[in-house]
């Protein structure tokens, strides 16, 4: 895996040559967008390969273009310029019907203010996912993989900071996807609850094998990462790979 | 203008899908109320003044033939301001270009051609001539449907003698404003007109010299009209007094009070409906937006903003909502009364009818849908004008749900999660449900009430005129006449079937109840005339028993089997108790009727009838009405055919009107309610499906998940809504019912099918409006940390 911050090549083959396993490829990709009279750069052209299995950390101050990143990677956004793949899926010029499906088979978020919804139980929440995947766990199966085996009928309301985003997780994981994507998962949680939370991501990293891209702006967190992106202004600054790899316990910050 | 204002004016551009439905709701509650007040208030109006200026006689009698010197001893009665004695007499006209014969009501003015009481008001030409026996003022309806014009000439039969009479003049009376003739249901120039005539000239024709047949009296102010009308009564009586009457037994009076009492009636219900339904909207509205600008608030109480500033501020955004809607309501009101008050000139004659509104009217009604509407707001200001700044900084606790109260009984099991949030959103707030439902029922209800008096019209015309009157022209003779009279019609060419009907005056009593009526006699096997019951079962007259219509019976507080004290008024007036047989469903005018025997029988004659009735042959009624003008003893015909195709245009265009402005009001309120119902869901939830999306639900999912609590909301609205339209309908036929005309409760399946297909059509066009904004979701804003 090799960072080329000069290259322009938005071909694929290309890429490919850089690594094999990649899921996610991406070359010169940028996104500006306008706020009201100002136009703002948010990505200025990032390469990047992610490999089957990794786990990510993409580290970076507000506003460094992380969540922008995270968001094009997960089909929530187009480029406005660059292109960037998943698998064979080409995500810069995909319909919105497209980028639905793509991220109903293969990308299960999970976000910082958790995202449920109140009206539904745990269990329910999980389940609005199953229903809609093609081979899914049962919802029961995935709360328990994050330890919740024991609240899977309580409302939002009923569950502490934690345990609301490790349903979020569990119904992120339900659908057994390609990718988990993190956006500052432990963001709103205090230090003890975020680190139950990391453990439980890496754990799915590694009993499942799933591909884990996690954002943060936490440089502690990036200990447990394979690698470790640095964002700054828009362009990947610094890409490095952990030879001692961390687990969520041994992290403090 | 301060920043507040500016920050509310801003608000509600932001909100002007919301704002601007809810004034079009309130609009229309306005327009409803200051067309109907004012409309009815207009017919007051112009009928006061025209009474007055007229000097419209309080008292009426009719008399088969008094002495002139009479009405000098009648002037005498105490209490008697002003008599005038005439001679009235209904014949047959013939009109140029009329195939169907015409009843003319010939009308005596004094010499000099000013009558002093029920005073002439001439459109065009002059008044009668001293001496001009063959000059006749003719009614302005009749005159305008035959094109007749001054220097027009009309033929008519008196007392069997035909003689061709002159228009002269063009002119309205007090006594016909609506001008009908006894005994049908609504007035129709074509069959009927007034003829205004010299009163020399009749009295030569029907042999009256010297003598009257009608007088009318006013009476002196204050003075009781009931002692007067007995005296009169006693006077009359020797010479064949028929009885006197009151005003409010007059006919044309009594279909104009009516009328009025009904635009009351419309007023002071239907505008509630929509003022409740814009209040409801408001309410939901308005405290939808004091909860999305917690944080707002919070800051300007932060800043130093008292809390009965702030609560104003939110106030002042009904004000506005409601202040626009007044206006236009009241503009849409001014130009729907003017609509509906030229309606009325059709139907009644008066010689200025104007559309005039009270300017308290509109004003009023604005302040009840604004205290309606704030008082909704207020709650929802106070719950937040309450929070101390730094609590209303942090956003609310999210909304605790807990199972639905279906799921903890374990009715509902195994809903999928999509389901199950559309159930808990519902049973989170039932109330907001259940009203957003009942204000779409609403809509469907007002186009139920719009369409429904046509269906109810259509079946009372095919019950009465093809069920129960069968024939298809009644002859009514000059005086009573013997059976070969029957006979001699029914050889007529072209007549089918002829029978004849004996009816004579009578005073019905029972207990301190009295009514003045006509008692018919009428063959036990007739075949022309058919009583029906309620559920259209023939009843027949025979043996000694009386037939009353139902609301008679109602009226004399008697049932079947009670007896009641026939009094005639003609000939020997002999009083009989008879024992009420059954009850009669006609839906107009309140008759009795008996066995033509047992009446021939009650009078002592022998078998006389005064009137007949005809089945003519398709296209053979020109040449019976020219045989008929040549009968002695005919006095007027009067053709069922031409009479109901008159009553279904008059009142087609009237419920056609009617129906047309209730419809799009039904649809305003439908689309008023339904799209602040979605939008407010989508501001509610548009997180929650921002995040489904996100999750990889397509477009049309979340878009289904939103839609489908409106769905929901309209497929329980829509039967409701049938139900209700029913309900108003039987409360509307029973607040107008009148002693004229009562309308049935019948509602047609097409009906239904209309009310709910517009409701229907309407919310679907509603989730089209919303569809496109579910599409716009900015699925990345919503992630974002609510901070």
């Not at chain 1, 990718?179 to 990391?198: F, H, N, Q, R, S």
């Not at chain 2, 009942?438 to 009430?449: E, G, H, K, M």
């Not at chain 2, 999750?695 to 329980?716: D, I, K, M, P, Q």
Request: neutral net charge; charged residues 20%.
């Amino acid at each position: 895996m090799t960072v080329e911050p000069g290259a322009s090549g938005a071909d694929r083959s290309a890429a490919s040559g850089a690594g094999r396993d990649a899921v996610f490829v991406a070359r010169g990709l940028a996104k500006s967008y306008r706020v009201g009279e100002v136009t703002i750069h948010a990505l200025r052209g990032v390469d990047l390969d992610v490999r089957r299995g990794e786990l990510v950390v993409l580290l970076g101050p507000s506003g460094s273009g992380k969540s922008t990143l995270l968001n094009l990677l997960g089909g929530l956004d187009t480029p406005t310029g660059g292109r960037a793949w998943f698998l064979d899926h080409d995500l810069s010029d995909a319909t919105e019907a497209e980028l639905t499906s793509f991220r109903r088979e293969h990308i299960g978020f999970v976000f910082q203010s958790y995202n449920l919804i109140p009206s539904l139980t745990a269990r329910e929440n999980v389940a609005l996912v199953t229903d809609i995947a093609q081979r899914p766990m049962d919802p029961a199966e995935a709360l328990t993989l994050v330890g919740l085996g024991h609240r899977m009928d309580h409302f939002p309301s009923q569950l502490s900071g934690g345990e609301q985003q490790r349903v979020a997780m569990a119904r992120a994981i339900a659908k057994r996807p390609d990718v988990l994507l993190c956006d500052e998962p432990t963001g709103a949680l205090d230090y003890e609850t975020g680190k139950i939370v990391l453990e439980a991501i890496a754990r799915i990293n590694a009993e499942l094998g799933t591909t884990t891209i996690v954002i943060t702006h936490n440089a502690a967190i990036a200990g447990m990462a394979d690698r470790v992106l640095r964002l700054a202004d828009g362009r990947i600054v610094a890409d490095e790979a952990n030879a001692h790899k961390l687990s969520p316990a041994e992290l403090s910050w | 203008m301060r920043a507040l204002e500016v920050k509310m004016l801003r608000d509600l551009a932001a909100a002007r899908g919301q704002a601007i439905t809810i004034a079009l709701v309130v609009a229309c509650g306005i327009a409803t109320f200051v067309a109907s007040l004012g409309t009815g208030h207009s017919l007051v109006a112009s009928r006061a003044a025209y009474y007055d200026a007229s000097r419209f006689a309080d008292v009426f009698a009719t008399v088969e033939r008094a002495p002139l010197p009479l009405a000098e001893r009648i002037a005498l009665i105490p209490g008697v301001a002003e008599v005038e004695t005439r001679i009235v007499r209904d014949v047959t006209l013939d009109v140029p270009g009329h195939d169907a014969p015409a009843v003319g009501r010939l009308v005596s003015i004094p010499q000099g051609g000013e009558p002093r009481l029920n005073a002439l008001h001439l459109r065009r030409g002059r008044t009668i001539a001293a001496h001009q026996r063959d000059e006749v003022v003719v009614s302005e309806g009749f005159a305008r449907v035959h094109g007749l014009r001054l220097g027009s000439r009309v033929a008519a039969v008196l007392n069997g003698r035909r003689q061709v009479l002159r228009v002269v003049g063009i002119g309205l009376s007090p006594e016909y404003v609506f001008p009908i003739q006894g005994g049908a249901p609504l007035p129709d120039d074509r069959s009927f007109g007034v003829l205004w005539m010299d009163r020399e000239a009749l009295a030569a024709a029907f042999d009256m010299d010297g003598a009257f047949d009608d007088v009318v009296l006013t009476l002196a102010p204050r003075a009781p009209a009931a002692p007067v009308i007995e005296r009169l009564d006693r006077l009359l009586e020797p010479y064949g007094g028929l009885g006197a009457h009151g005003r409010e037994e007059q006919t044309s009076h009594r279909f104009l009070e009516d009328e009025i009492a009904e635009q009351r009636t419309i007023a002071a219900t239907i505008p509630v409906v929509f003022l409740g339904v814009a209040a409801f909207l408001l309410n939901v509205v308005l405290g939808r937006i004091v909860t999305s600008q917690r944080e707002q608030i919070a800051t300007l109480k932060a800043l130093g903003y008292a809390d009965g500033r702030i609560a104003l501020h939110y106030f002042s955004m009904a004000v506005v909502v409601v202040a626009v809607g007044a206006v236009l309501g009241t503009a849409l009101g001014v130009w729907l009364g003017r609509l509906m008050t030229a309606q009325y000139t059709e139907l009644f004659r008066f010689p200025r009818l104007e559309f005039e509104m009270l300017p308290v009217v509109p004003l009023a009604a604005a302040l009840v849908s604004l205290a309606a509407g704030g008082t909704g707001a207020f709650a929802a200001v106070r719950r937040v004008v309450r929070l101390a700044p730094a609590e209303a900084m942090r956003p609310p606790a999210p909304p605790g749900y807990r199972h639905a109260l279906l799921e903890r009984l374990g009715l509902v099991r195994g809903l999928s999660p999509v389901a199950s949030m559309l159930v808990r959103a519902i049973s989170s707030r039932p109330l907001r449900f259940a009203a957003t439902s009942l204000a779409v029922a609403c809509a469907t209800a007002i186009v139920i009430l719009g369409l429904f008096w046509n269906d109810a019209f259509d079946y009372m015309m095919a019950v009465q005129f093809r069920l129960a009157e069968r024939g298809s022209a009644t002859v009514v003779f000059n005086r009573p006449v013997g059976p070969r009279a029957v006979r001699e019609l029914r050889a007529l060419p072209g007549v089918e079937e002829a029978e004849g009907y004996r009816t004579v005056p009578v005073t019905l009593r029972s207990a301190q109840h009295s009514y003045r009526t006509l008692l018919q006699g009428i063959d036990p096997d007739a075949r022309l005339r058919v009583l029906l019951d309620r559920d259209l079962r023939r009843i027949s007259p025979a043996g000694p028993g009386i037939l009353l219509t139902r609301q008679l019976g109602e009226l004399l507080g008697v049932d079947v089997g009670d007896a009641v004290l026939v009094e005639v008024r003609e000939g020997e007036r002999p009083r009989r108790w008879l024992t009420v047989a059954g009850l009669v469903d006609d839906f107009v005018g309140l008759g009795a009727y008996v066995d033509v025997a047992a009446l021939h029988r009650m009078m002592d004659e022998g078998e006389t009838v005064d009137a007949a009735a005809l089945r003519i042959a398709t296209g053979s009624l020109p040449a019976v009405h020219a045989r008929l003008q040549q009968l002695g003893g005919v006095a007027t015909v009067a053709v069922k055919d031409a009479w109901l195709e008159v009553f279904r245009a008059t009142t087609a265009r009237f419920i056609l009107f009617f129906t047309a402005i209730l419809t799009v009001f039904a649809i305003v309120i439908a689309i008023g309610v339904v799209y602040n119902a979605a939008r407010i869901a989508l501001q509610e939830r548009s997180w929650e499906l921002a995040t489904l999306r996100v999750l990889g639900f397509t477009r049309a999912e979340v878009s289904a998940l939103l839609l489908a609590e409106l769905a929901l909301n309209v497929l329980v609205a829509v039967p409701l809504g049938l139900v209700l339209g029913f309900c108003a309908a039987l409360g509307l036929s029973l607040l107008v019912h009148t002693e004229t005309f009562r309308i049935p409760v019948v509602i047609a399946p097409r009906t239904y099918g209309y009310a709910a297909l517009v409701v229907l059509a309407s919310g679907v066009a509603t989730a089209f409006l919303v569809r496109r904004r579910i599409d716009r979701l900015d699925l990345v804003s919503v992630l974002k940390v609510r901070d």
